[in-house]
């Protein structure tokens, strides 16, 4: 159930960052300032918890300071390499140094923040 979670909202991730900018406006009811910013943020956090929770109940290995690094770092290269892509090879898309920054601050708050809201005892239990 956890795996299929993190591979849904990581293909999630990929086909929000495919579509073109100008048909996810069309949706935009409020205009808030840096609402997209926002979306990145939330959207590589929960990747980051959602992937690390599936590793964490698969072995015990994975709690390891080093695995939560490893992740971290994959996440964040998944985030550039999806903005190079947005460059480069999706249609009506461009790649932002501030989209790339917003996953990156997302995916940091999730690797400091996940044993917090881990051990809390409301969230933790669907962790």
């Known amino acids: 159930m956890k795996l299929g979670l993190a ?4 293909l999630f ?3 929000g960052s495919a579509i073109s900018g100008n048909s996810i406006n069309q949706f935009q009811f409020l205009h808030i300032p840096y609402i997209d910013k926002v979306v990145h943020f939330i959207w ?12 964490l109940n ?3 290995i994975y709690v390891k300071l080093k695995f939560r690094f490893l992740l971290f770092f994959t996440i964040i290269l998944f985030g550039f390499v999806l903005e190079v892509f947005q460059k ?13 920054y917003a996953d990156s601050l997302g ?14 005892k409301y969230l933790g239990k669907y962790l």
């Not at 591979?7 to 990581?10: D, L, R």
């Not at 480069?88 to 932002?96: G, Q, V």
């Not at 995916?107 to 809390?120: D, E, G, N, P, V």
């Open 58 to 60: 698969r072995k015990y």
């Open 88 to 100: 480069y090879f999706f249609i009506k898309r461009s790649a932002e140094m501030a989209d790339f």
């Open 7 to 10: 591979i849904v909202w990581t």
């Open 44 to 55: 590589y956090f929960v990747l980051y918890v959602l992937w690390y929770s599936y590793m």
């Open 107 to 120: 995916t940091c708050w999730a690797l400091f923040l996940f044993f917090k809201l881990y051990q809390s």
């Open 13 to 15: 991730i990929l086909i």
